[in-house]
């Protein structure tokens, strides 16, 4: 009787460690999805400054360096 008790318990060990690591993907996939929503939005910040660079160079004249 001891060794199909212990099986059980095993199991549900197993499953509960399961259990605690996927609850730990599940924060880590979000905290890399706030990061990557930073990243995408200071990106685009850089796209517009860059976009507003060359409309301002292109309306002097100038050619760059």
């Not at 730990?24 to 990106?43: A, D, N, P, Y």
Request: avoid cysteine; charged fraction near 20%.
């Amino acid at each position: 009787m001891f060794w199909p008790m212990l099986a059980i318990a095993l199991g549900f060990l197993g499953l509960a460690v399961l259990g605690v690591l996927a609850v730990k993907v599940f924060l880590e996939v979000q905290r890399l999805g706030r990061q990557v929503e930073v990243t995408t939005q200071r990106i685009q910040r850089a796209a517009e400054e860059l976009e507003t660079a060359t409309t301002g160079l292109a309306r002097t004249g100038r050619s760059l360096p």
